[in-house]
């Protein structure tokens, strides 16, 4: 591992599967001390115990970035439990099929307030424990569905070109107090959640339009993920980094 966290503390959203488990996992191997968050804490629980094994030190927190005071409430711990987050994965989201005529309001709010309302009141809190403790990083996970568009999949992809503004905006207020704002992107990655899919005729005609010709493994995302959570990035704030195999220069 090039890359030494040891003596930095990094909080993981959305951290029970995918690829907030797998970032996790990253940043505790680099050396951080790191809280992981998400609302199924019996998962967070076994990650806990296998990094554990590992000799890594990881601390679970409960958390809903639907309900600002849960955030409040798990952030407070990862705090007391941390001294302090010196690194932020802000990961936690989901997503829905369903064609945008036949979205209710229900359907469109709950994408919307976990992937941006969430996203948004996470970092804030965050930044403001930053604030006073000399600043960090921020890393909030978009997606390529926030600059290209897809069926099926409104709320989700409008909410990611939220996440891709928010970031920008954040970097701009947040820079002069030490605090770094950006956001990664991933293309489509291979994980236990869309494995089916991928087998389907539909998965198979997607992955032949992604000039790799491959889906995205979960470790093709630890570079762009150690680079920002790290001071050899010290002077990016605002950037966001694609990760998907060609897939937004691909040809129409």
């Known amino acids: 591992m090039l890359i030494d966290l040891t003596g930095r503390a990094a909080l993981v959203t ?3 599967s995918g690829l907030g488990a797998h970032f996790a996992e990253v940043l505790a191997k680099a050396g951080a001390h790191v809280a992981i968050a998400a609302r199924r804490t019996d998962r967070l629980e076994a990650l806990a115990a296998r990094l554990a ?4 030190t990881v601390t679970v927190i409960e958390m809903d970035v639907a309900d600002r005071a849960s955030i409040a409430a798990a952030i407070e711990r990862a705090e007391d439990a941390l001294g302090r987050i010196d690194i932020l994965v802000n990961n936690a989201g989901v997503t829905r099929t369903k064609p945008a005529l036949d979205y209710d309001e229900e359907d469109f709010d709950e994408i919307v307030d976990v992937n941006l309302r969430g996203a948004f009141l996470v970092a804030q809190r965050v930044a403001r424990a930053m604030q006073g403790s000399g600043g960090g990083s921020i890393v909030n996970i978009a997606s390529i569905l926030g600059l290209r568009q897809a ?10 070109a939220g996440v891709i503004q928010m970031t920008k905006v954040q970097a701009l207020e947040w820079a002069r107090h030490g605090i770094r704002v950006n956001a990664i992107a ?3 990655v291979d994980t236990e959640l869309n494995a089916d899919f991928w087998e389907s005729d539909a998965g198979k005609a997607l992955v032949k339009r992604i000039p790799q010709r491959r889906l995205g493994r979960l470790e093709d995302l630890d570079g762009a993920l150690l680079l ?9 704030t605002g950037s966001v980094i694609t990760v998907d195999g060609g897939h937004l220069v691909s040809t129409l």
């Open 53 to 56: 094994d590992a000799g890594r």
């Open 151 to 160: 069926g099926q999949v409104a709320s989700y992809a409008i909410s990611k």
């Open 14 to 16: 959305g951290a029970s």
């Open 228 to 236: 920002l959570a790290s001071e050899l990035s010290a002077y990016m």
């Open 186 to 188: 991933p293309g489509y």
